[in-house]
């Protein structure tokens, strides 16, 4: 994860993009990429959207979103000097805390 941050940020300075690199800013560049992912996916089936990456064209499409996806998540966590790693580790904790198995096991409930 570091080596990624350090690459995205190194990136955005060798272009003196960090300007640009506003939280708010790459909150909505993330938000919108969010969006091309769902479109690849508005269509389908659920049958279709479990083997989207055996096709190559599509796969590919969805690969490289996913990949936007991550950068602008990597640049705003590092923006913000969050670690994601421990962020989502916390999370983790959090919901197993929050959705026990023996309480959420087969539920799609909220809590």
Known sequence: MDD???????????????????PKNLAMALAGEVGELIAEFQWL???????????????????????????????????????????ALTKLEDSARRYPIEQARGSATKR
């Open 45 to 87: 089936t659920p049958e279709q959207a479990a083997v989207v990456m055996s096709d190559p064209d599509a796969g590919s499409r969805v690969k490289a979103e996913m990949g936007d996806v991550m950068i602008y998540l990597t640049r705003l966590a590092d923006v913000l000097g969050v670690d994601l790693v421990e962020a």
């Open 4 to 22: 990624l941050t350090d690459r995205v940020r190194a990136f955005a300075e060798e272009r003196d993009w960090q300007q640009f690199h506003t």
